[in-house]
């Protein structure tokens, strides 16, 4: 029950962190998690993700507060409850986000140049090595092995309207449209449970506790001491001999930080939480990319769709998936990107498409008993904030959620040119032989009806950070080194410290602060 280091929370980040500090032979490396292992064949078989995406299978499955910007909705905010957290469940698009999004944090120690080692240091790209990719890393980066042919047209259909082809969203430059590159190994998912822990679970000095929820940080004086977990019905104290650090994620980590008396003043004296370290920025800062997404019917049953050919077409992909680890159920579904700019004067693309080889509706929450293709377009740089709070002071209860979406003007102007440079895509002649009726019926609209009807369907693209934001400051929660200001022996490591939101996906930047992190806690500890 005593360990040099006890990370809290397997998910991107945790499993990184465990699997690198346990590297070390002469510590004690303690990984918690509320989720079970994650042994289900849904996390390994990439087409499991739509499965686990709209409920509470190994999946947190959160709601936001109701949404001022999206009048008055309440969001979902799904989030992986299993080893390897989040990527366990997300849709494996490998992204970094612009360079320059890194370059904004060169006064903290973050920049490019410094974080582009880590990002190598952790990938395996099938591709090979050159300047921006890494080979020999546990994260497997691959290309689709079976994309559906749609998602080319997709491509051909932007390009007729004169975007440009980027085979690689992370080299050089990012923008552009093409297909993303994934996290998986062989046609299955590469978790960072798959990638990282596998091979670390072995050693003797790393012991994963799974069903092991923390309820609070102990702390003597300013000196974090260990953590009260829940494991099963029996409520336990480890003990920290260097560190706690915890990886919860961006909607728990600040959750446990003020069940532990660390936060606002106000907020825990509401909920009747002695406060024993006053951060007022713990909670503050969240920042998630605003989503809409487009749909259209098609006749085309190669893709993905409820009816007798999609049941027959995904038993034979079962069939070939089992044979050679290829075929449609290898999919993410979300296969096509884009990183455009709404207008060509802006110095980094502003808008990130999904293109989706299904029907997409409310988070696979509502189903449609058709084939079809989507399309998600989301605001890259949002300019709403809001936060994490607790509903109640008890550690079992779900957090209070307010991304604020659309809360500020300048979002809801770039999203709604955004949707309109996908319609434009979507509407293109080489999506044509694949284009039937529109869903969401947005061309017949003005616009201050698409307006609504943004503001109605709008919702994440699952990238919430921020809320334990890295800095200098007064709000700021961790320093650069990520330990929480003004205390002893703990830090917090996940997507909670971006200071605000990459241009991109955030499974490949929270594992690169994981490997930075884990490389300055070692050199710290010399
Ligand atoms: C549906 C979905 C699709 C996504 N698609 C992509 C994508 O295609 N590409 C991409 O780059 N990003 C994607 N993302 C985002 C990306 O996966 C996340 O940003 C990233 O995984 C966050 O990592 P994290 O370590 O901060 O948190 P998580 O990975 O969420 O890990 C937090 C872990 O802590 C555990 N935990 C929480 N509270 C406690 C507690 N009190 N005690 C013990 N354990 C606890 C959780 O169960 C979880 O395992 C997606 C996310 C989702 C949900």
Known sequence: ???????????????????????????????????????????????????????????????????????????????????????????????????????????????????????????HNERGEDAYHGVGGPLNVADLRSPNPVSHAYIEAAKSLGYRHNSDFNGADQEGVGLYQVTQKNGRRCSTAQAFLRPAEQRANLTILTQARALKLTLDGTTCTG???????????????????????????????????????????????????????????????????????????GLMGFSPVGIFNNARGLMQYLRNGTGCLTTNFAEGGAFLKTDPSLARPDIQFHFVISIVD????????????????????????????LASADPLADPLIDPAFLQHDDDMTALMKGVQVMKNVMESQPLAPYRDREIFGESSLNNSELEQLVRNRTDTVYHPIGTCRMGNDELAVVGPDCRVRGLEGLRVVDASVLPNLIGGNTNAPTIMVAERVADLIRQQAG
């Open 1 to 123: 029950m005593e360990f040099d280091y006890i990370v809290v929370g397997a998910g991107s980040a945790g499993c990184a962190l465990a699997a690198r500090l346990s590297e070390d032979p002469d510590v004690q490396v303690c990984l918690l998690e509320a989720g079970g292992r994650d042994s289900s064949p849904l996390i390994h078989m990439p087409f499991g993700a739509v499965v686990m995406l709209p409920g509470k299978y190994q999946n947190w499955g959160f709601q936001t507060v109701p949404q001022a910007g999206l009048n008055g909705r309440r969001g979902y905010q799904p989030r992986g409850k299993t080893l390897g957290g989040s990527s366990s469940i997300n849709a494996m698009a490998y992204v970094r986000g612009h360079q320059d999004d890194y370059n904004d944090w060169q006064h903290l120690g973050w920049g490019w140049d410094t974080v582009l080692p880590y990002f190598r240091k952790s990938e």
């Open 227 to 301: 953590v009260d977990i829940l494991q099963g019905k029996t409520r336990k104290t480890l003990k920290a001999r260097r560190e706690v650090i915890v990886s919860a994620g961006a909607l728990q980590s600040p959750q446990l930080l003020m069940l532990s008396g660390i936060g606002p003043a106000g907020e825990l004296h509401k909920h009747g939480i002695p406060l024993l370290h006053e951060l007022p920025g713990v909670g503050q800062n969240l920042q998630d990319h605003p989503d809409y997404i487009t749909a259209y019917t098609s006749r085309f049953k």
């Open 362 to 389: 409310d988070h696979a929450r509502k189903i449609h008993m058709q084939h079809g293709f989507s399309c998600h377009v989301c605001v890259l740089r949002p300019k709403s904030k809001g936060s994490v709070t």
